[in-house]
Nanobody, 128 residues
Framework: QVQLVESGGGLVQPGGSLRLACAASGFPFDAYTLGWLRQAPGKEREGVSCITSHISSTYYADSVKGRFTISRDNAKNTVYLEMNSLNTEDTAVYYC?????????????????????WGQGTQVTVSS
């Protein structure tokens, strides 16, 4: 079955960096669109960044543009989220998600969290 396992979360000071990784198994990785979404306490879930299958088009939420970078390594069945210049607003549980195929509107899919498969999440805390 589909498995998504996140790693790399932790405690970091404002201005610091973290790299999240999501190891996938149980499905044809290169044929799936992948995403990172987050949810902070008391807030709605937010689509942070997504990357399509095959041509690897990307989407970033306005709140992370220029600071976060999503990438995928199809040989390792892993998707990454490089996070720089972190601030307290980035504190949340970060989830990896996957769905087959390539959407017509990646922004709609990502922002709406329209994924059928989810990981358990990894906590990111930005605090001094």
């Amino acid at each position: 079955q589909v498995q998504l396992v996140e790693s790399g979360g932790g405690l970091v000071q404002p201005g610091g960096s973290l790299r999240l990784a999501c190891a996938a198994s149980g499905f044809p990785f290169d044929a799936y669109t992948l995403g990172w979404l987050r949810q902070a306490p008391g807030k709605e879930r937010e689509g942070v960044s997504c990357i399509t299958s095959h041509i690897s088009s990307t989407y970033y939420a306005d709140s992370v543009k220029g600071r976060f970078t999503i990438s995928r390594d199809n040989a390792k069945n892993t998707v990454y989220l490089e996070m720089n210049s972190l601030n307290t607003e980035d504190t949340a549980v970060y989830y990896c998600a996957a769905d087959p195929g390539t959407p017509l509107m990646l922004e709609t899919m990502c922002a709406g969290g329209r994924f059928g498969n989810w990981g358990q999440g990894t906590q990111v805390t930005v605090s001094s």
